[in-house]
């Protein structure tokens, strides 16, 4: 199968991997994903929980994500995935 790839400056090929999901069972809401994406990706949602409400990170214009990955490196509770997309 056949990926989209990209290239470096030195022109080297990579294969970008993609925004996929985020588990709103482990997001704690903290914004670190979202200071760090640069392409207008992620938002923030609301949840509400008995009581209390819960803010959490979704994915809102998946079609931005260049594939950089820097959201699920500043993630501490791993809550994203990632997958490469077909060419
Ligand atoms: S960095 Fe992780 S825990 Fe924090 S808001 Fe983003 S997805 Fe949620
Ligand atoms: S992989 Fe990069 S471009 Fe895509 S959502 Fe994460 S930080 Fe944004």
Do not use: Q
């Not at 979704?58 to 594939?67: D, F, L, Q, R, W």
């Amino acid at each position: 199968m056949a990926y989209i790839t990209g290239l470096t400056k030195s022109k080297k090929e990579w294969t970008p991997e993609f925004i996929v999901a985020i588990d709103d069972e482990t997001c704690i809401g903290c914004g670190r994903c979202y200071k760090v994406c640069a392409h207008d990706v992620l938002s923030f949602e609301e949840l509400d929980e008995d009581d209390s409400a819960k803010m959490f990170m979704k994915v809102e214009n998946a079609g931005n994500c260049i594939g950089c990955g820097a959201c699920g490196r500043t993630c501490s509770k791993k809550c994203f995935s990632f997958a490469p997309v077909e060419a």
